[in-house]
């Protein structure tokens, strides 16, 4: 994930320098992402973007989006996203933690 706004899977096999495919384009930089693995094998990429906000996306659903939440564009880039089955945890520019119930 990067300044393209894009978050892409990579495959070693094919060389790191190809997307084997692109999940999801977003509408700011991204500065976080973090991927969250479920026990029955499904997962989620988080990306904190510079607008303020935090996606979720599947990764085996073709990048489907699945939720958003923010914190306004006032609070700036979301510099860090983690997660537990029951909470999103975010730390902001602005000096903030905000925690999300899920």
Do not use: K, Q
Not at 10 to 18: E, F, I, N, V, Y
Not at 25 to 39: H, K, T
Not at 52 to 72: C, I, K, P
């Amino acid at each position: 994930a990067g300044a393209d706004c894009r978050v892409n899977v990579l495959d070693s096999r094919t060389g790191w320098d190809h997307a084997a495919r692109t999940v999801c384009i977003l509408s700011d930089f991204v500065y976080s992402l973090r991927l969250v693995e479920a026990d029955d094998g499904t997962a989620l990429a988080l990306s904190g973007c510079g607008d303020g906000t935090v996606h979720a996306h599947s990764l085996f659903n073709d990048g489907d989006a699945l939720w958003a939440v923010g914190a306004g564009r006032e609070a700036g880039a979301a510099r860090a996203v983690s997660a537990t089955p029951m909470r999103l945890v975010t730390a902001w520019d602005d000096g903030n933690l905000r925690v999300w119930e899920m």
